[in-house]
């Protein structure tokens, strides 16, 4: 690695300097995902200020109507307040304020989203204590006797942790917006992995595991998982007879789809498939540039081979996971419009 490049991705490095107390965590080769995060907190009063609270007639105004712009001022000056924060690019702040009337309090939902490479938790929890701030200034008052408390967060998506739920729970309404982490529930998958040596025994069936552990996770019934030598004839064989018998939905095929004379999956695919969908493989390739700068060697591809959508993943495991991670988000709904296109046709003329 170039002494720029270790600049870029690691660090400067002063040999003679006193080591910094403190750090920014470099996000640069983190993928932009969407990120989601909600947080709460309750502001409780007397009985006489929450009625003015409820009915706006305290004498600085409307408390929950500023506490709302109050709350999204907050978290867009998040990084400006919290040293090791991120300048994010928030695409929405919503502040929601309900009304407690058996405690005479008022809890302040704060939801933050972003397309970034960091969570948005900070600004969802800066956002609510803005808002509950505002509220207090608006009725200290009325009622100096106020008590802010049991913030934290609820929930939040997106990057590697995928979906964190607070372990003391959350509301219904909210459980409901979370998206499913059962992407594949009811899907038929076969994973087929092209190795020489993982075939003959002599290399692990890692990338293999790594699929096999996504799909069940993701809630998908496998149908077919079969290790097989880098051939074209095999693995043209392979895929039609799984697509044939098993009829999977999906079918990812991890390894040989880089530029070397034994990594022929992609072109099987180009000659068994009733239709190319090389847009997939573009995606993977544009996202997996976060990871790796020479993601561009990979062939990644898809094609349809009668109904069954198949995949050229890499072989590595860690290049499994990545692109798994791109996809995740809307390949559950991809196949579902794929089922509605009526595929009948299925080519076997590739010898």
Same mark, same amino acid.
């Given at each position: 690695?170039?002494?720029?490049?270790?600049?870029?991705?690691?660090?400067?490095?002063?040999?003679?300097?006193?080591?910094?107390?403190?750090?920014?965590?470099?996000?640069?080769?983190?993928?932009?995902?969407?990120?989601?995060?909600?947080?709460?907190?309750?502001?409780?009063?007397?009985?006489?200020?929450? /009625?003015? @609270?409820? !009915?706006?007639?305290?004498?600085?105004?409307?408390?929950?109507?500023? $506490?709302? %712009?109050?709350?999204? +001022? *907050?978290?867009?000056?998040?990084?400006?307040?919290?040293?090791?924060?991120?300048?994010?690019?928030?695409?929405?702040?919503?502040? /929601?304020? @309900?009304? !407690?009337?058996?405690?005479?309090?008022?809890?302040?939902?704060?939801? $933050?989203? %972003?397309?970034?490479? +960091? *969570?948005?938790?900070?600004?969802?929890?800066?956002?609510?204590?803005?808002?509950?701030?505002?509220?207090?200034?608006?009725?200290?008052?009325?009622?100096? !006797?106020?008590?802010?408390?049991?913030?934290?967060?609820?929930?939040?998506?997106?990057?590697?942790?995928?979906?964190?739920?607070?372990?003391?729970?959350?509301?219904?309404?909210?459980?409901?917006?979370?998206?499913?982490?059962?992407?594949?529930?009811?899907?038929?998958?076969?994973?087929?992995?092209?190795?020489?040596?993982?075939?003959?025994?002599?290399?692990?069936?890692?990338?293999?595991?790594?699929?096999?552990?996504?799909?069940?996770?993701?809630?998908?019934?496998?149908?077919?998982?079969?290790?097989?030598?880098?051939?074209?004839?095999?693995?043209?064989?392979?895929?039609?007879?799984?697509?044939?018998?098993?009829?999977?939905?999906?079918?990812?095929?991890?390894?040989?789809?880089?530029?070397?004379?034994?990594?022929?999956?992609?072109?099987?695919?180009?000659?068994?498939?009733?239709?190319?969908?090389?847009?997939?493989?573009?995606?993977?390739?544009?996202?997996?540039?976060?990871?790796?700068?020479?993601?561009?060697?990979?062939?990644?591809?898809?094609?349809?081979?009668?109904?069954?959508?198949?995949?050229?993943?890499?072989?590595?495991?860690?290049?499994?996971?990545?692109?798994?991670?791109?996809?995740?988000?809307?390949?559950?709904?991809?196949?579902?419009?794929?089922?509605?296109?009526?595929?009948?046709?299925?080519?076997?003329?590739?010898?």
């Amino acid at each position: 690695m170039s002494k720029q490049a270790n600049v870029q991705d690691m660090g400067i490095e002063f040999p003679t300097a006193k080591k910094p107390h403190f750090k920014m965590i470099n996000v640069g080769r983190k993928r932009p995902t969407r990120r989601w995060a909600v947080a709460v907190g309750t502001i409780k009063m007397g009985a006489d200020a929450f /009625h003015r @609270v409820k !009915n706006g007639t305290l004498p600085k105004g409307d408390a929950l109507g500023l $506490a709302e %712009a109050a709350g999204i +001022t *907050g978290a867009k000056k998040t990084p400006e307040l919290i040293p090791m924060c991120h300048t994010l690019p928030l695409d929405q702040v919503t502040i /929601h304020c @309900v009304l !407690n009337d058996e405690d005479n309090s008022v809890s302040v939902y704060c939801q $933050a989203v %972003a397309f970034a490479k +960091t *969570g948005v938790e900070m600004e969802a929890l800066a956002g609510a204590n803005n808002a509950l701030l505002t509220i207090w200034d608006l009725t200290k008052g009325v009622d100096p !006797n106020l008590q802010i408390g049991d913030i934290k967060l609820l929930v939040k998506t997106g990057g590697k942790s995928g979906i964190w739920i607070n372990a003391s729970g959350i509301p219904d309404w909210l459980h409901d917006q979370l998206p499913n982490p059962k992407s594949l529930k009811e899907k038929r998958v076969g994973i087929l992995v092209m190795s020489d040596r993982a075939s003959k025994g002599e290399y692990k069936d890692e990338s293999g595991e790594v699929l096999n552990d996504i799909f069940i996770n993701a809630g998908a019934e496998i149908v077919s998982h079969n290790v097989i030598p880098d051939d074209f004839n095999t693995i043209a064989e392979h895929i039609n007879s799984v697509c044939s018998n098993q009829k999977p939905d999906l079918l990812i095929a991890s390894g040989g789809t880089g530029p070397g004379p034994r990594d022929v999956t992609p072109d099987v695919l180009e000659q068994i498939s009733d239709r190319m969908l090389n847009g997939l493989g573009d995606v993977l390739r544009t996202e997996s540039l976060y990871f790796t700068d020479t993601a561009w060697l990979s062939r990644m591809t898809a094609g349809m081979v009668g109904a069954t959508l198949v995949i050229a993943f890499p072989g590595s495991p860690k290049a499994v996971k990545e692109c798994w991670d791109i996809l995740e988000p809307f390949l559950g709904d991809a196949l579902n419009k794929i089922a509605k296109q009526g595929f009948e046709c299925h080519r076997t003329d590739y010898q």
